[in-house]
């Protein structure tokens, strides 16, 4: 625990539990996880189609509005609200590279959202497991739920800190971590539906997935509800999906470039300005 | 050997100059106080010294190193109190100490010993928030004394303090100078720093108007000593010839007179000899304020003759 970026990851983590962001996130994630998983399952039974693959659709379905904002409001004052307080002139003399410190942090928000998703998420796995199992598949597609939704988070995450690095105030950083929320998660998908209708089908199925490529919460939603077969069936996405075929692993790969190029950006950003 | 030195250092802000042909050397144990008006430059001066900005031209030496671009274990040696500084509310002062303790590469152990001695052990599990200005003031002190510095730098340190507390930070100081520790001060405050500091530089829109001792700044500046005399003010003013410049206070019961320095002492035989007229009398040589006056002063008519007097 005695290199700088463990003791910045650490005080991010502790401040986390002490503000109670880390309860805070992990309840509501687990509350909505559990509603989802109760209400998919009650039509279920008829048509006999496995609870935890229901829940991997909901789920994933809303976590593409939720842990993006989470993250946002996470990160967003990260290095900005430092600077507010005064801490981050006084930690500058301090003898730590800049680099230990917003990688540090980073780490710390991380661990905050891993937390919150694992222990969220799994407890409403667990209940779906235990309401009605699952087949090896389902849970191959749920483990791989948590793992892209932490992705998420962490891309989003990078989003704030570039935020962070760039704005001079507090309330710059808050208003644009919001209108990124909307863009990515509401605007950007309608302005594809518009230019697809307006287009009159002449946009091509490979232009259209290549565009949804330019949004983490798309590539997200393409691997949750394409990667898997007991997913695919029910996201109404096999029509889809038969046109667009990126593999699971290139979407995987897609979703951390977009955590490392923001954050990539904002370390540069961080380390060249002066205090 | 001097602990701190800057060579003609300039920087410049977004094209604004903030500070311009700093020329200025600071003796290893040295306590130097920086005086200057809000945007004077202090603060940009700290942050060279620091090595958190770059100067635009000229140098900037600290412990025989450029800040800017030296090691980071160069920063062990540091200690800085920011002038504005938030600890994090819900951490006990403990915690917070500990934390910059982990982070400087000290043990937390050392930690009660340095909140007692800032004063502060009796609140030290108790959260920030609950902390007044003067106990955050002593908590940001505290962590600037984490593992003896060779080199203080202090913004504003004393703002909120009572008196008392004060004092005790100046004592604190004192120790610290005598130990070897050169001491860098930036205060608007001026007369608490009255014969608390070695060396003052007078800073005024981003230049330094004066730099030295305050001896010699007092005899550099030859301002008047005023003797404050309590008596029969009227009477007094009758005996004196016209050379002094004289105030008489409207109810009539005290007088000031201006003189030079070379002209106390005769003043003063003069005055004793007046008999029951003079009852008290009270000397008061030119404060840091009425030096600060002074320089700024003539820095801001530079050009003009003559000196503006205070």
Not at chain 1, 17 to 34: D, M, P
Not at chain 1, 52 to 70: G, H, N, Q, Y
Request: aromatic residues 8%; charged residues 15%.
């Amino acid at each position: 625990m005695n290199s700088p970026l463990l003791i910045f990851a650490g005080k991010e983590f502790s401040d986390g539990l002490r503000n109670k962001w880390v309860a805070g996130a992990t309840l509501i994630l687990a509350a909505l996880a559990f509603a989802l998983t109760l209400l998919g399952s009650t039509p279920t039974g008829v048509l006999g189609i496995k609870p935890l693959a229901v829940t991997v659709v909901s789920l994933s379905s809303l976590t593409i509005f939720l842990i993006p904002l989470i993250a946002l409001l996470l990160g967003y004052d990260a290095i900005v609200g430092e600077a507010e307080r005064g801490c981050l002139l006084l930690i500058l003399t301090y003898p730590v590279s800049r680099l230990e410190i917003i990688l540090g942090k980073f780490l710390g928000h991380t661990a905050i959202l891993s937390f919150a998703t694992v222990v969220g998420y799994g407890a409403a796995g667990a209940a779906a497991a235990w309401a009605g199992g699952g087949d090896a598949g389902s849970w191959r597609a749920f483990v791989w739920l948590l793992l892209s939704t932490v992705m998420l988070g962490v891309a989003f995450l990078a989003l704030a800190y570039l935020i962070s690095v760039l704005v001079k105030e507090r309330s710059t950083a808050a208003g644009i971590a919001v209108g990124l929320w909307l863009f990515f998660v509401i605007i950007f998908d309608l302005a594809l539906m518009g230019g697809l209708v307006a287009s009159q089908g002449r946009m091509g199925a490979g232009v259209f997935a290549s565009l949804l490529l330019l949004n983490p919460a798309d590539v997200y939603r393409l691997f949750n509800l394409t990667a898997f077969e007991n997913v695919r069936m029910l996201s109404g996405m096999a029509g889809l999906s038969a046109a667009v075929r990126f593999s699971p692993l290139v979407l995987l790969v897609v979703l951390a470039a977009w955590s490392v190029v923001p954050l990539g950006i904002a370390a540069a950003v961080f380390k060249r300005r002066e205090a | 050997m001097a602990a701190v030195t800057l060579d003609n250092a300039a920087k410049i802000y977004e094209g604004r100059p903030a500070l311009a042909g700093i020329t200025l050397a600071v003796p290893e144990g040295k306590c130097l106080a920086l005086i200057g008006h809000n945007g004077a430059g202090k603060t940009t001066l700290m942050k060279l010294v620091l090595g958190l900005a770059r100067p635009t031209s000229g140098s900037v030496t600290v412990l025989g190193v450029d800040p800017a671009n030296a090691r980071k274990s160069f920063r062990r040696q540091l200690g800085f109190l920011p002038e504005n500084v938030a600890f994090h509310e819900e951490l006990t002062g403990a915690d917070t100490l500990a934390f910059y303790a982990r982070l400087k590469g000290f043990s937390a152990r050392d930690c009660p010993a340095l909140l007692d001695r800032v004063g502060l052990s009796f609140a030290a599990f108790r959260r920030v928030k609950t902390y007044s200005k003067g106990m955050r003031q002593r908590l940001g002190l505290a962590q600037a004394l984490l593992g003896t510095p060779q080199l203080l730098l202090l913004d504003e340190p004393t703002s909120g303090l009572d008196p008392l507390l004060r004092h005790e930070f100046f004592e604190i100081i004192r120790g610290l100078t005598q130990a070897g520790t050169t001491v860098i001060l930036a205060s608007h405050v001026l007369t608490e720093l009255e014969a608390r500091t070695d060396l003052a530089a007078i800073l005024r829109q981003g230049r330094l108007v004066a730099f030295g001792d305050i001896e010699q700044l007092r005899l550099g500046a030859g301002l008047p000593v005023t003797i404050r005399v309590r008596g029969d003010a009227r009477a007094i003013a009758s005996k004196l010839d016209g050379s002094f410049l004289k105030t008489v206070e409207p109810n009539g019961r005290s007088i000031d007179i201006d003189c030079s320095v070379e002209d106390k002492m005769p003043l003063l035989r003069l005055l004793a000899g007046f008999g029951e007229a003079c009852a008290d009398l009270e000397i008061r040589p030119p404060s840091l304020d009425d030096l600060y006056l002074y320089y700024s002063g003539r820095g801001l008519s530079a050009g003009n003759d003559g000196p503006v007097s205070p």
